[in-house]
């Protein structure tokens, strides 16, 4: 597992995204290289709800991160999708800390 910082945005409904606000924990698909990869976020300031329409600040989580350690670099920048839709993006603020429990 690897754990690192980021900035995301979630899309309004009108965008094209959820119509509930996100939630810290949180489990959509992290897309980096084109391929859909489990990942957990949270919020960093310990609100609970993530608004849409807005950039957060937080931490994501990627079960199986090592197999893709190589692309999540500072500034990378990545998609969050629900199925085949996207529901936010986001950039790599952070170092990716590999082995976090």
């Known amino acids: 597992m690897i754990r690192f910082a980021a900035r995301i945005y979630l899309k309004t409904f009108d965008e094209g ?41 937080v931490f994501i989580e990627l079960p199986y991160g090592e197999f893709y350690i190589d692309s999540i670099t500072a500034n990378a ?12 993006w986001g950039t790599v603020t952070g170092e990716p800390n590999p082995g976090v429990k």
Not at 37 to 49: A, P, Y
Not at 77 to 88: A, D, N, T
């Open 17 to 57: 995204g959820m119509s509930n606000p996100g939630w810290s924990g949180m489990m959509p698909s992290f897309n980096i290289t084109g391929e859909l990869i489990l990942c957990r976020i949270e919020e960093t300031s310990g609100n609970k709800e993530l608004p849409l329409g807005t950039e957060h600040n």
């Open 77 to 88: 920048k990545f998609l969050l999708q629900l199925g085949g839709r996207v529901i936010g």
